[in-house]
Nanobody
């Protein structure tokens, strides 16, 4: 089992920044590719960003490219999502997820992730 706990959400004005963190425990963190997903009320959960086990590759949804940055610190068992230039369309619950991998890839599909956190809410005021 892997336990994931997100933090760092909150209320921010449009154009502002937030940094989300996701602390993992329970298994060897570096065995897992990590992803961030978000879900707004009435909408499906959508991919935001993913990072491979060794940080060798990152992927982003088109809607966040150039504004969001995913990173991880395997020594601290933590994955981060730096979010800049936030706009009201970014408001959602943000969830981190872990996917056990035996290669150096990271999926953009929620169904491939094994463990999920409880989420942290991001609200953006216009």
């Amino acid at each position: 089992q892997v336990q994931l706990v997100e933090s760092g959400g909150g209320l921010v004005q449009a154009g502002g920044s937030l940094r989300l963190s996701c602390a993992a425990s329970g298994r060897t963190f570096s065995d897992y590719a990590m992803g961030w997903f978000r879900q707004a009320p009435g909408k499906e959960r959508e991919f935001v960003a993913a990072i491979t086990r060794n940080s060798g590759r990152t992927d982003y949804a088109d809607s966040v490219k150039g504004r969001f940055t995913i990173s991880r610190d395997n020594a601290k068992n933590t994955v981060y999502l730096q979010m800049n230039s936030l706009n009201p369309e970014d408001a959602a619950g943000y969830y981190c997820a872990a996917d056990r991998r035996f290669d150096w890839s990271a999926s953009i599909f929620p169904r491939e992730y094994d463990y999920w956190g409880q989420g942290t809410q991001v609200t953006v005021s216009s």
